[in-house]
């Protein structure tokens, strides 16, 4: 009789390690692949992201500003009581506009980038006030506009692979204050399928577009130079 029930109950424990078995194996193979589970957001039936399409490299290019743009200029100045110069900085990000380059590296005639000056702005409200009335003269003259004319070591087609960097001196028409002038600008892009960005900077002088230095009190001297920068984004699309 004792080796009856261990008999069952070694059958019994044989018969449920089949069904469990069984089981798990029917689970699996129903299971679809890994891959085919779930995309990096854990949707099911994704797979992982795709990079954008690189743009066809026959058509212009359209480069778009696009938030996080910024324009900066930086003037030496010294005050009085202060032994040393420092800078005056202004930034404003209205900035508006796109650039669009031919397959052959030229530029297209609708090619026009736009820096809103009364929305410029420094550490002190009183020298914003002056620089807007006397020196740029906003009322009149509301806006500092680029034009790309051509861009010197730029190698087309653009790259379209992630990072992928590149420096080249662009050369456009500015007009500030209602003067226009040939403008290099030194710029580096970084460049990706779908996006560019990256700086250009340029140095002019304040009687090239006939601006009055700032005179304000505690203010000694102001450098003759203006110091020009925009830290640029843009989307990036065929025309």
């Given at each position: 009789m004792k080796r009856l029930r261990t008999t069952l109950a070694t059958t019994v424990v044989a018969i449920a390690a089949i069904v469990v078995l069984?089981?798990?194996?029917?689970?699996?193979?129903?299971?679809?692949?890994?891959?085919?589970?779930?995309?990096?957001?854990?949707?099911?039936?994704?797979?992982?992201?795709?990079?954008?399409?690189?743009?066809?490299?026959?058509?212009?290019?359209?480069?778009?500003?696009t938030t996080g743009t910024r324009a900066r200029y930086r003037v030496t100045e010294q005050l009085a009581g202060i032994s040393f110069p420092s800078d005056a900085v202004g930034t404003t990000d209205a900035i508006t506009g796109a650039i669009v380059l031919n397959p052959d590296g030229s530029f297209g005639p609708t090619s026009k980038i736009d820096v809103d000056l009364k929305t410029l702005s420094t550490d002190q409200a009183m020298r914003d006030g002056y620089v807007r009335r006397n020196t740029l003269e906003v009322e009149k003259f509301p806006t500092l506009t680029i034009v790309p004319k051509r861009a010197n070591g730029l190698k087309m087609p653009l790259p379209s692979g992630m990072g992928a960097q590149m420096g080249f001196q662009l050369v456009t028409d500015m007009t500030l204050h209602g003067v226009t002038k040939e403008i290099v600008w030194t710029t580096i892009a970084t460049f990706a399928s779908d996006a560019v960005s990256g700086s250009a900077k340029t140095t002019v002088d304040f009687a090239a577009f006939n601006l009055t230095k700032p005179s304000l009190a505690r203010l000694v001297s102001v450098d003759d130079k203006i110091h020009l920068e925009i830290e640029f984004r843009a989307s990036r699309r065929g025309q």
């Open positions: 069984h089981g798990v194996g029917a689970t699996a193979k129903n299971q679809p692949p890994a891959s085919a589970q779930a995309g990096p957001a854990g949707q099911p039936g994704q797979g992982p992201a795709s990079a954008p399409p690189a743009p066809d490299q026959t058509k212009p290019q359209v480069l778009t500003v």
